[in-house]
């Protein structure tokens, strides 16, 4: 059973290009978080998506960022027209429920560079 | 004043030492998470836990929900214990975890 899946790894881009970034959940999970983790801060909780629905994106950038994650196929976070300041590691974490006390399971992260 | 704090930031500590990482936090949770982030940037969750304590292998876990507060320990530590350890709390819904900025701890020979 395969963990969490992110790719790419590490994705470079120009300012002003896209960047979309992927999160395959473990199996059978259909609860999918995405955090960011800028460089010397912490990570933020950015959006949580359930199978075809964003159910909170409270933390998601007004503009320039979206997330989806489709019946069929991994959860894309997409950043358009890309800024230096969006350089940071995005980690996707997946869980079977939405209970309290669920354990998460983190992927190993995207690194976005922004030239 | 961030609602989650940890202590200390920085921590070395020779082999086989015991250790302790603190979070303090200062909102109302239903469940506080410690995470493990490798030198490479993977992130493991430890435990989770929202009352008591927990115990796997080395480590263990504990909570004070009256104080707010919570304790990692690792005891006999080993340079492969060398990670960033994160404290994290749940505020009431599944989704979102507030972090804390996390303990860089290096354990040497």
């Known amino acids: 059973n395969a963990g969490v899946m992110q790719n790419p790894r590490h994705l470079v881009r120009r300012r002003g290009q896209e960047a979309r970034l992927r999160c395959s959940p473990m199996?059978?999970?259909?609860?999918v978080y995405w955090y960011r983790q800028l460089p010397e801060e912490g990570l933020k909780f950015m959006v949580y998506?359930?199978?075809?629905?964003?159910?909170?994106e409270s933390g998601m950038p007004k503009e320039r960022f979206s997330a989806e994650f489709p019946k069929e196929g991994p959860s894309i976070l997409r950043i358009q027209q890309v800024v230096r300041g969006d350089s940071a590691a995005y980690f996707c974490?997946?869980?079977?429920?939405?209970?309290?006390?669920?354990?998460?399971?983190f992927g190993s992260g995207t690194q976005l560079s922004v030239l | 004043k961030n609602e989650v704090e940890q202590s200390p930031q920085n921590l070395t500590a020779q082999e086989g030492e015991f250790i302790t990482i603190n979070c303090s936090y200062s909102?109302?949770?239903?469940?506080l998470h410690w995470l493990q982030q490798h030198p490479g940037g993977g992130i493991v969750s430890l435990f989770m836990?929202?009352?008591g304590k927990k115990k796997h292998g080395r480590l263990i876990a504990t909570i004070n929900i009256q104080e707010k507060h919570s304790s990692l320990h690792i005891t006999a530590s080993h340079p492969r214990d060398s990670a960033v350890y994160i404290c994290?709390?749940?505020?009431?819904?599944?989704?979102?975890?507030?972090f804390g900025t996390g303990t860089r701890l290096q354990v040497t020979l």
């Open positions: 998506l359930q199978k075809e629905n964003i159910i909170d």
């Open positions: 909102v109302g949770i239903s469940a």
């Open positions: 974490a997946s869980s079977p429920t939405n209970r309290i006390n669920e354990k998460l399971f």
């Open positions: 836990l929202s009352s």
């Open positions: 199996k059978g999970h259909s609860h």
């Open positions: 994290a709390v749940n505020t009431g819904t599944a989704s979102k975890l507030t």
